[in-house]
């Protein structure tokens, strides 16, 4: 056999697009992840470090230093909007890699375009490289947004080698958008674009031309049907930080979330709401998912929540009604529904309340999705308002999380909770027993030691409203 023809098949290899294990021959399912149809040939990727034959050159050693030192942190590059601001840490850092996904339509390219026109405005000199759309189409959208007048610098490339030399040309951008990472293809790569040696060699490529640079890179990825950012978590790891653009189509807000973050905290969140000018920022989340219904109703509680370092007040909505069916359905909008099934069980087994028989269905309102355990008691009081067809006191907030044991345990963050309710006029608050009850003027607050007294509290506090049919 020729030794070009071996040479030529060494290069060659099966990589699943998910997860970027590696096999030397194809399959339908990817043992790594557990994905099938996942696993395509790529030729041209370099030999694993450690393979027969290959030696590494010898290198240099480098300069260790200490942890103290005197270098002043570079300014961080505000675009003006405080709440995309907000999530990625009070700025972006320069030389910073970060990396933007959420679905189709959510409103990804008209954030970003608003961002660098902002920062044009201000005099800074950005760029928008789009693999997706032509100038004229992006122009159109600048034109609606009313940025047209902003000095925003366009282009339409795919080419890896071309977008950096574009954006080596005179004074080194500030702020540069690539949208989106899965079009883009290097020459010095055997496979199509979107392929896990694409990706890694387009972003390594892109994230090296940014630290030297000096500029904030925004890498905007698409998202597979699960809501997770397309391709290898790879690329994640590859960049300082990962966003997602969460909404639903429904409502005309969206949410911004940090995922992971090297300079700034994670689990932030901005708010967005979408208006023909584009995206607004809401200045007071809380009264965006809070309920505007002035009569209370049974099935409904406020939860004092916290994403990241805000403080968010938000109406949980919870209907139990008899269920015809011989397994009762239990939906969920907004929360884990591994959760709520704990939580009816906790219920069930030491306060009695038995919801074997009925249909469940919990929603949180204005499209969030919570994720903190701090949410356990507003649920489980918006479940039994429901199931006994009473109301929970208006200007009442609940937090604290059950145990499977039935107890009520302290979560963190209690004054900026009570705070933010009592800003927002709540009088009263429900909470776990233990754990240091801070001073919250104006709000009377209520300890539980466990679900019973949960239940013992709502009983009380009905016995002088009326009864809603």
């Known amino acids: 056999m020729c030794s070009c023809y071996v040479s030529a098949m060494s290069k060659s290899q099966f990589v699943c697009q998910s997860c970027g294990a590696v096999t030397h021959k194809w399959s339908g399912h990817c043992d790594a992840c557990d994905s099938w149809n996942t696993i395509s040939e790529e030729r041209g990727a370099a030999p694993a470090s450690g393979a027969k034959g290959v030696r590494l050159p010898k290198g240099r050693p480098s300069r260790l230093v200490g942890l103290k030192g005197e270098d002043a942190a570079p300014p961080r590059i505000e675009t003006g909007l405080a709440e995309l601001d907000r999530v990625a840490g009070g700025g972006f850092v320069p030389g910073s890699g970060v990396l933007i996904g959420g679905d189709p339509g959510i409103g990804k390219s008209t954030l970003l375009l608003q961002a660098l026109a902002a920062l044009a405005r201000r005099g800074r000199r950005v760029v928008y490289v789009s693999g997706e759309e032509a100038v004229a189409q992006i122009r159109l959208r600048a034109e609606r947004l009313g940025l047209a007048d902003a000095n925003v610098l366009l282009a339409t490339e795919t080419n890896v080698s071309d977008i950096i030399a574009t954006m080596s040309e005179g004074e080194p951008p500030a702020l540069a958008v ?42 905007v990825g698409h998202v597979t049907k699960d809501g997770q950012i397309a391709g290898p978590k790879l690329i994640e790891h590859m960049v300082d930080t990962v966003l997602y653009f969460e909404g639903d189509r429904g409502h005309q807000f969206r949410i911004l979330r940090a995922v992971k973050n090297r300079f700034g905290p994670t689990d932030e969140i901005g708010v967005f709401e979408m208006s023909d000018g584009g995206l607004r920022e809401v200045a007071n989340p809380s009264r965006l998912f809070l309920g505007h219904d002035a009569r209370p109703t049974p099935g409904t509680a406020v939860l004092a929540g916290l994403e990241g370092t805000r403080p968010l007040l938000i109406e949980v909505q919870a209907l139990v009604s008899p269920s015809p069916l011989g397994t009762p359905r239990r939906t969920t909008v907004g929360w884990d529904g591994n959760r709520l099934a704990m939580i009816l069980a906790v219920l069930e087994a030491r306060a009695g309340i038995a919801f074997g028989q009925s249909d469940v269905y919990l929603n949180v309102a204005g499209g969030l999705k919570l994720r903190e355990p701090a949410a356990d008691l507003a649920v489980a009081a918006a479940l039994l308002s429901s199931m006994t067809d009473t109301v929970i006191p208006p200007g009442t907030v609940l937090f604290g999380e059950i145990a499977l044991s039935g107890a009520v345990r302290p979560v963190g963050q209690t004054e900026a909770r009570l705070k933010e309710a009592g800003k927002l006029g709540f009088s009263a608050a429900v909470m776990a027993a233990a754990g240091e009850t801070p001073a919250a003027p104006g709000i009377a607050v209520k300890a539980l030691e466990n679900v019973a007294d949960l239940t013992a509290w709502a009983a009380a506090q009905n016995r002088g409203l009326r009864r809603i049919a």
Not at 180 to 207: D, M, N, R
């Open 178 to 219: 690539i949208d989106s990472i899965q079009t883009l293809w290097s020459p010095v790569v055997e496979a199509a674009p979107g392929t896990v040696s694409q990706l890694k060699a387009g972003s390594e490529a892109l994230i090296r031309f940014a630290k030297q640079k000096g500029t904030a890179l925004l890498l």
